[in-house]
């Protein structure tokens, strides 16, 4: 059975991968919509990564091996992560992974990027991923607390014993599930919280001193880090069948994709100070949503 | 109000100011110019202090020129204006040719800083006392002693070869100078291409973490000489060709406020009709400048919604240009003495005018409200950037950006010209001095704008569209102001022979209002900047614009050095 | 809430941007696109030079090939329309075309060629055949023989006629 779950996981991982960029483009297509605009092709992000990923990566002086390297091991972690979470198929490497692994995979693969644009040196680069990488700091807090959560009411930390949550119906996963819903949101980077990148002010932010194939691998990244991260909550929410996940995944996973992009259409971008006062809230909401579980609810 | 020494009792008009201003030098009133020349020696400043701090008035700009062929010296004009007594003041100091150096006046009025560098450039004028006597415009590598705007230098010279510049400058050793970095702090260089920034220009700031401690500002990176060009082969009339393309955006303005130099000069009657027409196109501008910068504070502040349907709004402001004018930008009306035939506005056109506009502005009505109420557009934009009424005046900040600082100035209201005379304009003034009261006065004036028009359109005159302008008298001086979507524009000229300007330069609002930056910046948060810089709706071409430069600079070294305005 | 709102009313307006290089756009009727010297009407008198102010219009006689060209150089036209409000014949014209990126320079030129007229007496060129042509049909009889010649050589036939005008 080992060989059939390492394909399970082999056509889940292509699946994450090919969709990720079809699914910004989606969103773009969206987005121009709701801007009374014609908008490009939803194959654009794909025509885009092509191209990019075509060009050599055109590096400034003398780049450190952290530079060049952190993009591909950021990249490496994104594809793990997509090879054990099941999402189009219900199925993977026999859920050896837990949830803490999930979690480190997922958030290790954003600071990789941050660290190496830090050591370019570029004041815009240092800036953004200093923004970036506190946010992070900050939902990451708001994200161990929910994994806490799920753990308390599952008894378990293993993934094949937590999916999905729902299936034990408290308050407290139900407002747990809430929050985990804006965390995706914050996590995806979307307005207001974009401003890591915050192309009118730090043009590009922790993304400007990479091009071609790096920046490239960067885009792709992240558009897979949004389809993992929105496909842990669906996970969470649908039950573990073949047919839910063939069926109604895709379907989950294509709507809050929409729902997300409609929102963050109508925001503008938040200063730092006030998008950490904005999860730190939510981080109070989760101790007492927490303490709701302890006493059994 | 006291005033200096002798004399307690402020004048009450004009040729009683003139008679007071005798103490100072010998004044000679011509029309609503009040000349003042052979200042006595060491009362320059105390005369400034005078016009600018104790009569309300404000110090608008300097203009150099070089009347050698003329009267032997090189003349400096420094332009006050005096609402209240309907007058400009051009005081008049003349430079001796063999020594040229005069008073400055920078301790006194900050905001002459940029106007008297400029003449050191390009006059060869220097100013004794002046804070920082660097080069502004002039780039590192051009040799000392060579003045492009003074007569003698051929307006077709093309600069030496790189080889030769090099040797003219390692001869000349024009000394360097690096301003000093305030403490240790993080430096970020915002231009020359910048997401924000949509021309060519450079701030640079020092930051602590995510706040601001200093700024600077190092511009000038476009020059065209134009103003060489005019002076040297352009006649009158072409010349109104080459200000509207001053500017992208308020081209019109600059056209027109050329014009009226001229008119002013020579003493042309416009026609009633051009005049009105003058001003629906004026309006037209500044609605389509107004929606402009909104789009782009929006675009800045993140909400790219807010963006794309301010410049849709924009986009039905060209299409009314374009139908009115042939063209969406550079709408090409105006000559010396009128409007051309073909831009005549007729009844068939007004009908239009009124109905795109009424379309444009329930649109634009529908949406605004909504959009200032944004939770995020309030936070970033209420408290943040604040440019007190004090830091206003000591920089004389124009337009919008004034009168969000509590400053009543505009010049439509109290210096009419072309229709303003006949129609009452509306200005909003706010007392906040933020980010978001410049927002506000722009959203009022959008409106007062459009309602403007309406009121022109009802009442336009039949009248013949052009002046008479076969004689245009040599060696007048003359003055053209327009309210420019950014405040009071500024155009001064010297009338030649051959049908050519003696001198002509343009002063946008952009000019005054950059050097108010860097104090708005101070304390702010990083990622406040671009909106804080875009606030004062910067037109960097339109502050540069002008002599000939060609940067075939045989050395590499990043445009640094020079050019800076300080911080404190 | 009114970022939805706002939203809301977006998606009532629809699209409204478009697919311009697909597909044609429309261009009001008085647009100042690329202007077009007439080579039918043009008669080289020059005024289109005097007038235009960015130089994109230059004249330039050919003493060699006895012909005068007018030259318009798209490149530097600023569309103002100067020269067609000069133009005494009606021959230059704004035109509402304003799709003009070219591949090559050449094809930003339009250049007219006219034959030179030479002076009768001193064989020196002063002006085109056509615009001579036109002087002479638009003066009286008596005036068409002075017309022909060069302004110096006039002046010095005419000279004894304007003695008595001034008297």
């Known amino acids: 059975m080992v060989w059939l779950n390492t394909l399970y996981g082999v056509l889940n991982a292509c699946f994450i991968l090919l969709v990720g960029p079809l699914i910004d483009g989606v969103e773009r297509k969206i987005r121009a919509r709701l801007q009374n605009r014609r908008g490009p092709s939803i194959l654009q992000t794909w025509y885009d990564l092509v191209k990019l990923l075509r060009k050599p990566a055109a590096r400034t002086g003398v ?101 999905p949550v729902t299936a034990v119906l408290r308050p407290s996963v139900l407002i747990g599930l809430g929050v985990l819903g804006i965390i995706v949101y914050i996590e995806h980077s979307r307005l207001p919280f974009e401003i890591g990148e915050a192309e009118p002010e730090l043009a590009g932010g922790y993304t400007i001193e990479y091009a071609g194939r790096d920046l490239g691998f960067i885009l792709w990244s992240n558009t897979i880090r949004r389809t993992l991260l929105t496909t842990f909550l669906i996970d969470l929410i649908i039950p573990l069948d073949v047919l839910y996940h063939l069926v109604i995944y895709p379907v989950l996973l294509f709507s809050i994709m929409i729902v997300f992009t409609a929102i963050e259409t109508g925001w503008g971008r938040l200063r730092i100070d006030i998008s950490l006062k904005y999860v730190k809230r939510l981080s109070y909401v989760m101790w007492g949503v927490i303490l709701l579980a302890l006493i059994g609810y | 109000m006291r005033s200096s020494g002798i004399n307690q009792v402020r004048p009450r008009n004009k040729y009683e100011l003139m008679i007071d201003l005798r103490r100072f030098g010998e004044p000679r009133l011509r029309g609503k110019y009040l000349f003042l020349s052979r200042i006595k020696s060491g009362r320059l400043r105390d005369l400034v202090d005078y016009l600018h701090w104790r009569l309300g008035g404000y110090y608008s700009t300097s203009i150099g020129v070089d009347e050698r062929p003329l009267d032997g010296y090189f003349h400096v004009y420094h332009v006050f204006v005096l609402e209240e007594y309907g007058v400009y003041v051009l005081v008049d100091l003349i430079a001796d040719p063999g020594h040229p150096v005069v008073e400055s006046i920078t301790p006194v009025v900050p905001a002459a800083n ?12 220097k100013f004794r006392g002046h804070p920082e006597p660097h080069r502004l415009i002039l780039p590192d590598d051009w040799p000392e002693n060579v003045y492009p705007l003074r007569k003698d230098y051929p307006y077709d010279d093309k600069l030496p070869t790189s080889d ?18 305030p403490g240790d702090h993080t430096v970020i260089p915002v231009g020359p291409y910048h997401p924000a920034l949509h021309e060519p220009e450079y701030f640079e700031l020092f930051v602590e973490g995510e706040k601001i401690v200093d700024a600077r500002y190092k511009g000038f990176m476009v020059h065209r000489g134009i103003e060489k060009i005019a002076e040297s082969r352009l006649s009158y009339n072409q010349v109104s060709f080459i200000a509207e393309r001053i500017c992208g955006i308020c081209g019109f303005t600059h056209s027109t406020a ?48 807010g963006f794309m349907i301010m410049w849709r709004l924009r986009e039905s402001i060209m299409d009314l240009a374009e139908e009115l004018t042939g063209s969406r930008k550079m709408y090409g009306a105006n000559i010396v003495g009128g409007i051309r035939d073909k831009w005549d506005i007729r009844d068939d056109k007004a009908a239009l005018i009124k109905r795109m506009l009424d379309e444009i502005r329930e649109e634009y009505l529908k949406y605004i409200p909504k959009i200032i109420s944004l939770e995020e557009i309030k936070k970033r934009t209420r408290g943040v950037g604040v440019l007190s009424r004090s830091d206003a005046r000591k920089y004389s900040v124009l337009g919008p950006h004034a009168r969000a600082s509590g400053i009543k100035t505009d010049v439509r209201k109290y210096r009419p010209y072309a229709a303003y005379k006949y129609v009452n304009v509306e200005i909003p003034v706010l007392d906040d001095g933020d980010i978001y009261a410049r927002m506000i006065v722009r959203h009022e004036e959008i409106l007062a704008s459009i309602d403007l028009i309406h009121r022109l359109l009802d009442n336009i005159p039949k009248t013949p569209l052009h002046a008479d302008t076969s004689y245009i008298p040599e060696r007048r001086h003359g003055i053209g102001c327009t309210e420019a979507p950014r405040g009071e524009d500024l155009h001064f000229v010297i009338t030649g022979r051959d049908n050519k300007l003696y001198r002509w330069r343009p002063r946008a609002p952009t000019y005054n209002n950059l050097l108010s930056v860097p104090a708005m910046l101070r304390g702010e948060y990083l990622a406040d900047a671009p909106i804080i810089i875009a606030s004062i709706d910067p037109c960097f071409s339109c502050t540069d614009h002008v002599v000939v430069v060609d940067l075939r600079s045989g050395r590499r070294r990043p445009l640094r050095t020079r050019g800076v305005v300080g911080g404190r | 809430m009114n970022r939805i709102k706002v939203l809301l009313e977006n998606l009532r307006r629809g699209v409204v941007t478009e697919q311009y290089p697909f597909k044609p756009i429309r261009v009001p009727e008085r647009l100042r696109g690329k202007p077009v010297i007439d080579p039918d009407k043009c008669a080289g008198c020059g005024a289109c030079v005097n007038a235009c102010p960015p130089n994109a219009l230059t004249m330039r006689d050919d003493k060699h090939s006895s012909m005068r060209f007018i030259v318009l150089f798209i490149g530097r036209c600023i569309y103002c329309g100067k020269c067609e409000e000069a133009c005494p014949f009606g021959a230059i014209r704004l035109t509402r075309e304003f799709e003009l990126a070219a591949e090559n320079r050449e094809d930003l030129y339009q250049v007219v060629g006219l034959r030179l007229y030479h002076c009768p007496l001193c064989g020196e060129p002063f002006t085109t055949v056509r615009l001579i042509k036109r002087v002479v049909e638009a003066l009286p009889e008596e005036q068409r023989a002075a017309a022909t010649l060069c302004p110096r050589c006039r002046e010095s036939v005419t000279a004894h006629y304007r003695s008595y005008a001034r008297r």
């Open chain 2, 258 to 305: 050329y014009c009226q130099a001229v008119e002013e000069a020579a003493g042309i009657d416009v026609p009633e009709r051009a005049e009105y027409i003058r001003s629906i196109l004026l309006e037209i501008e500044r609605i389509h400048s107004h929606f402009l910068w909104m789009g782009v504070a929006f675009h800045l502040l993140g909400y790219d919604t």
């Open chain 1, 63 to 163: 780049p450190s091996t952290l530079f060049r390297l952190s993009v591909y091991i950021g990249f490496v972690n994104l594809l793990i992560v997509s090879l054990f979470i099941p999402s189009i198929l219900c199925g993977g490497m026999g859920f050896f992974g837990d949830l803490i692994l999930f979690i480190y995979l997922l958030s290790s693969s954003k600071v990789f990027v941050l660290i190496g644009s830090y050591s370019s040196g570029s004041p815009y680069a240092s800036i953004g991923s200093t923004r970036e990488v506190s946010l992070s700091m900050a939902s990451e807090l708001v994200l161990a607390e929910i994994i806490a959560l799920i753990a308390l009411s599952r008894s378990s930390l293993l993934l094949s014993n937590v999916f």
């Open chain 2, 164 to 181: 030769k510049i090099a040797k003219l400058v390692r001869e000349s050793s024009p000394a360097t100078w690096e301003p000093e970095a």
């Open chain 2, 114 to 125: 940029w106007a008297e560098r400029e003449i050191m450039d390009f006059i060869g004028v």
